[in-house]
């Protein structure tokens, strides 16, 4: 499967940005789904999961402020991302494996990421 990842940017603390993450050449159903971010000299972590059940799963830094989503007619998956923080600021990238997980081993294909860089 083939990732492309979109809608990162420049935010305020306390704006709202939409992530999306379009799957192609897969079967997107099949697959759960998942967020990780990368800030600058710090190693990739998790940030959120989607079963295929629809299930969810968070980072306690995010927890209460971002929302994962999948809309498998579209072949989609959504982070959105409220209450932002500067230490939010990273690339983000998205990943999906037919188990998963919350590591980045547990993903076999990942998008190229999108940037979301969060002021003060």
């Known amino acids: 499967v083939q990732l492309q990842a979109s809608g990162g940017g420049l935010a305020q603390a306390g704006d709202s940005l939409r992530l999306s993450c379009a799957a192609s050449?897969?079967?997107?159903?099949?697959?759960?789904m998942g967020w990780f971010r990368q800030a600058a000299g710090k190693e990739r972590e998790f940030v959120a999961s989607i079963s295929r059940r629809y299930d969810t799963y968070y980072a306690d830094s995010v927890k209460g402020r971002f929302a994962i989503s999948r809309n498998n007619a579209e072949n989609t998956m959504y982070l959105q991302m409220s209450s932002l923080k500067p230490e939010d600021t990273a690339v983000y990238y998205c990943?999906?494996?037919?188990?998963?997980?919350?590591?980045?081993?547990?993903?076999?294909?990942w998008g190229q990421g999108t940037e979301v860089t969060v002021s003060s």
């Open positions: 990943a999906a494996d037919p188990s998963g997980g919350m590591a980045t081993n547990d993903f076999g294909s």
């Open positions: 050449g897969g079967t997107f159903e099949s697959y759960v």
